[in-house]
């Protein structure tokens, strides 16, 4: 069975860094596609980025360009958020969802969700 474990949330000081996990437990071919999404108190679900592949069509928020990157290795089954220089406005539950292969299907797989909080 397919599970999402994410890892690496935690509080940080504004300007700070952190690094979100997302590894996939169980049996796979590949991840075909990557997602990062956010979703903070009182507000809807934001997509923060993603990419196809191996960093094909890569696309992040414009909130977050330029200071958050997306990369995976496939070799460990393991995707990642790098964010640096964090803000305050950057605090939210963050999900991966990928696109993954098995032997028996191609669907979409989503994370329990992990808190990052980033104080003033």
């Known amino acids: 069975q397919v599970q999402l474990v994410e890892s690496g949330g935690g509080l940080v000081q504004a300007g700070g860094s952190l690094r979100l996990s997302c590894a996939v437990s169980g049996s796979i071919i590949s991840i075909n596609a990557v997602g990062w999404s956010r979703q903070a108190p009182g507000k809807e679900r934001e997509h923060v980025g993603g990419?196809?592949?191996?960093?094909?069509?890569?696309n992040y928020a414009s909130s977050v360009n330029r200071r958050f990157t997306i990369y995976a290795d496939h070799a460990r089954n393991t995707v990642y958020l790098q964010m640096n220089t964090l803000k305050p406005e950057d605090t939210a539950v963050y999900y991966c969802?990928?696109?993954?292969?098995?032997?028996?299907?191609?669907?979409?797989?989503w994370g329990h969700g992990i808190q990052v909080t980033v104080s003033s």
């Open positions: 969802n990928l696109l993954i292969k098995t032997a028996s299907s191609l669907r979409n797989y």
């Open positions: 990419m196809t592949g191996d960093r094909d069509n890569l």
